[in-house]
């Protein structure tokens, strides 16, 4: 993380006419956490909240560079997840919502997504409309006043408006929640329905409905209840797997072709022959893998 951390700020203080994007990853909080003593003795959550603690302090450094150069207020920084957390021993948790890490319940999904810009976007507002990381392509392009041509078709939509508080609604009503080629289930509006369960080896077929917005933790099935609503959704769901495919259910698709950037150079490159994950780090597991 300190070394992701330099190459950062390494590359924010790079001379440059134009604009600048820098997708920083962290390491943590996947496992295994190694965290540096210091981190150890800043929380109360075990090596996870160690670990959050070293996220923290990261992102410091990158808000500081920033003011240093000058960039601060004309800089927008994303910060979000990948996937709920697993919740399991290591100290993460998706409350109050249902599910884990590579499930489609609402724990696994909906993850939390902070925007800064000093000046632009008002410090303190928390919107609840549904909004994707399929989104953050065109509306950084609009932002950035980039040419956005492309070659195919994209799922993302241009959040400007809402991010910046001048629409109270972000566009988007609908989403689709798969588990790498089968569709597992459908959102729109307020409610969702589970059409599939299981891990990937072994889907199961299902129908269950919720409504997000009275019951988050997805707890009562409203099938029974919303038949029109169950009807609505289904038909979704069909209109996904027409679009996008399930092979749970032999349906192909269009798929959209991933971009690609010629000659692409990471900030870090990896050597299989260096202990990256242990060598600076200070638990009892590390020490004993240096061993």
Not at 81 to 97: C, H, K, L, V
Not at 163 to 177: E, I, K, W
Request: glycine share 10%; with cysteine; hydrophobic share 35%.
């Amino acid at each position: 993380t300190e070394r992701y951390a330099e190459q950062a700020v390494e590359f924010i203080g790079r001379k440059r006419s134009n604009p600048f994007f820098l997708y920083f990853a962290h390491m943590y909080v996947h496992v295994p956490i190694f965290v540096p003593e210091r981190f150890m003795k800043q929380s109360t959550n075990g090596p996870y909240g160690d670990a959050v603690e070293c996220i923290d302090w990261t992102m410091a450094v990158i808000f500081a560079e920033l003011e240093k150069r000058g960039l601060d207020e004309n800089t927008l920084v994303i910060f979000t997840s990948d996937n709920g957390s697993r919740a399991r021993d290591e100290g993460g948790s998706n409350a109050p919502f249902r599910g884990t890490k590579q499930t489609s319940w609402e724990g696994g999904i909906r993850v939390p997504c902070i925007l800064r810009w000093p000046g632009k976007i008002k410090a303190g507002r928390i919107s609840r409309e549904l909004a994707t990381a399929m989104d953050f392509l065109p509306t950084i392009a609009t932002f950035t006043q980039a040419t956005f041509a492309p070659a195919g078709k994209i799922d993302g939509m241009d959040m400007g408006e809402h991010f910046l508080g001048r629409s109270p609604t972000s566009g988007r009503d609908t989403f689709a929640y798969y588990f790498r080629n089968d569709l597992r289930a459908v959102r729109q509006g307020d409610w969702k329905l589970h059409v599939a369960t299981g891990d990937e080896c072994r889907p199961e077929p299902m129908c269950a409905l919720y409504n997000l917005r009275k019951d988050p933790g997805e707890t009562t099935d409203c099938s029974a209840s919303e038949p029109e609503r169950l009807a609505e959704l289904s038909a979704l769901a069909d209109r996904f797997r027409e679009d996008i495919g399930d092979e749970r259910l032999g349906f192909k698709g269009r798929c959209r072709e991933p971009g690609r950037v010629d000659k692409g150079i990471p900030l870090t490159t990896y050597n299989e022959n260096h202990p990256y994950m242990v060598a600076m780090y200070d638990l009892e597991e590390g020490r004993t893998m240096c061993g």
